[in-house]
C-alpha cells in the first residue's frame, strides 16, 4: 500500500539556519505529494503542493522537488524564524481513485530558538 | 470566508459511552472527509463524504461511523469508547473529492476518554 517515511525528529534549529526535513514515499504511479504544517493547538494547513515528477511546490519560503527517481519531497527553507515552529507532515494521495485520501507521515517537530 | 468549523473542540467522556462530532464544511464543499490523530499512530484517514455517499473509509473499527447531510454538514460517531479513542479527531473539506481536490481542515474535536 501506500506510505510515507518522514525523518526522526524533534528538530532544534537556532534562527536563520537552513532547513531540511526528509520526505520518501512509496505509491504506484504518480501520487501528489503535499506538505502540511501544524501550529500549537491548531490544524493542519497546507503549506506547499506538486503534482507532478519535477515540480517544484514553494509557499513562505520552504520548497520541496518531487523526485520521482528517489521518491522523495524533501521539506526546504534557506532561513527558519522562529516563527517556524511546528509540527510539518509529508503526506501523498494516490493517483486513482474517486476519493481525496491523504496518506500522512508521523510528522516531525520543529522548534526555532532566537 | 469562514473556514471548517469544528464542534465541539473539547470534550471529555468515560469508556463506554458514545460521542457525536459535527463538522461544517467551508460553503460551498461538497466533501468532508475526518481523520484521527494521536500521538502513536499519527494522522489516520477514517472516512469521506461526498454528496452524502460514503467515498471511502479507513481501517477502524464499526464502532466509528459517520453521515453526510444534504447541506454537506458532517457528523462521526465513536460507540461504546474505548480508551485508545482518545485523540483530536480532524475534520477536512474539499470542492470536490478525487485526485485534485485540496483539503482544508478545521482545528479539529479533542476528546479524552476517561
Known amino acids: 500500500g501506500n506510505s510515507v517515511t518522514q525523518m526522526e525528529g524533534p528538530v532544534t534549529l537556532s534562527e536563520e539556519a537552513f532547513l531540511t526535513i526528509n520526505c520518501t514515499y512509496t505509491a504506484t504511479g504518480y501520487p501528489s505529494l503535499f506538505w502540511y504544517v501544524q501550529y500549537p493547538g491548531e490544524g493542519l494547513q497546507l503549506l506547499l503542493k506538486a503534482t507532478k515528477a519535477d515540480d517544484k511546490g514553494s509557499n513562505k519560503g520552504f520548497e520541496a522537488t518531487y523526485r520521482k527517481e528517489t521518491t522523495s519531497f524533501h521539506l526546504e527553507k534557506g532561513s527558519v524564524q522562529v516563527s517556524d515552529s511546528a509540527v510539518y507532515f509529508c503526506a501523498l494521495r494516490a493517483p486513482r481513485g474517486a476519493n481525496s485520501k491523504l496518506t500522512f507521515g508521523k510528522g516531525i517537530t520543529l522548534s526555532v530558538r532566537p | 470566508k469562514a473556514g471548517v468549523t469544528q464542534t465541539p473542540r473539547y470534550l471529555i467522556k468515560t469508556r463506554g459511552q458514545q460521542v457525536t462530532l459535527s463538522c461544517s464544511p467551508i460553503s460551498g464543499h461538497r466533501s468532508v472527509s475526518w481523520y484521527q490523530q494521536t500521538p502513536g499512530q499519527g494522522l489516520q484517514f477514517l472516512f469521506e463524504y461526498f454528496s452524502e455517499t460514503q467515498r471511502n473509509k479507513g481501517n477502524f473499527p464499526g464502532r466509528f461511523s459517520g453521515r453526510q447531510f444534504s447541506n454537506s454538514r458532517s457528523e462521526m460517531n465513536v460507540s461504546t469508547l474505548e480508551l485508545g479513542d482518545s485523540a483530536l479527531y480532524l475534520c477536512?473539506?474539499?470542492?470536490?473529492?478525487?485526485?485534485?481536490?485540496?483539503?482544508?481542515f478545521g482545528e479539529g474535536s479533542r476528546l479524552t476518554v476517561l
Open positions: 477536512a473539506s474539499s470542492l470536490a473529492t478525487g485526485f485534485n481536490g485540496e483539503l482544508f
